[in-house]
């Protein structure tokens, strides 16, 4: 599996850590520690990882780079006025947001965690699920590219490769670095008989209201320079999770939206998926390889069919 490495998120910083009274912690930062003079309604990019998470008090403690034009490297603490954004940043996870600077205070918009950290603190949220191995996948209904209602447990019996997208996503690390990275799988797949007819993939959107079974299927077929077809339906479909079913299954998956300024702003979730229906993975990042999952995929069902002989032994 992948293996990730966390340096420190203070090393060679400038440090600040607001108390409650974040808004005046904030406004004297910015008022002496090295930032420069700005308009108000001004926004700024800001790169940097997560210190501390106060979710009841709005605000989080950001180790950012250098905001060219605003302020120079530091730990700060930032009002975050989204409580469903701030719930979900967890101390380690690498983000970029925009810094807003207005008439009665600076916070962030726009927040996106561009990798989580190693282990991503539940506590951080009570919202916030982490898949753990062996457990069971509810039947979530989906509608796939041809406009059919289909259920997880369609899938039952082969081994699932699951993940989150939607086919506006602007962002290259994200989204469309994890479907090319399926397209790929999918092609690996193609290449060894003994796996194609165990392996199934699954994208599916979480922007229903655009990604319509039409869109998806011109999205699949994007993808067929890597694949060698228009239509890999045959082991990898795409789907939306309708708006009744999509908060449950974010939920569960451990993924995070929330749409903004036209764009919707998320997290990751990739998960593999055993022929019974229990989580076997799951990813929090778009750090993972695609020959290391289909390596595991392979593993995973030797080991079952190992287990399965031993039954039938016994």
Known sequence: MSKHSNQSILEGRGRFFGGTAVMVAVIFVLAACGSKPTE???????????????????????DHDAIPGFMD????????????????LAPGDEITADVVVTDTDT????????????????????????????????????????????????FRGKLLFLTFIYTRCPFA?????????FAQIYAAVSKQPELASKIRLLSVSFDPAHDTPSVLRTYAASFQ????????????DFATAPRKELPAMAKFFGLYYNAQNGQIIH??????????GKILYWFHDNDWQPS????????????????SRSKARA
């Open 107 to 154: 916070h962030l918009e726009n927040i996106v965690t561009v990798k989580r950290a190693t282990k991503p603190d539940p506590a951080a949220s009570s919202d916030f699920h982490m898949p753990q191995r062996g457990d069971t996948v509810p039947d979530f209904v989906l509608v796939d590219q041809n406009g059919r209602q289909i259920h997880l447990r369609s």
């Open 292 to 307: 290391e999952l289909v390596s595991d995929a392979a593993k995973a069902l030797a080991d079952a069919q190992q287990v």
């Open 225 to 236: 320079g890597v694949t060698g077809t228009a239509r890999p339906f045959n082991r990898w």
């Open 173 to 181: 690390d994200f989204c469309p670095k994890v479907s090319n990275s």
């Open 40 to 62: 108000p309604g001004r926004r700024f990019h800001l790169h940097g990882k997560v210190a501390a998470v106060h979710v009841n008090e709005g605000y989080a403690e950001i």
């Open 73 to 88: 490297a530091m730990t700060m603490p930032y009002h975050v006025p989204d409580s469903r954004a701030l719930a979900s």
């Open 267 to 276: 997290s990751m979730s990739t998960s593999l998926i055993s022929p019974d």
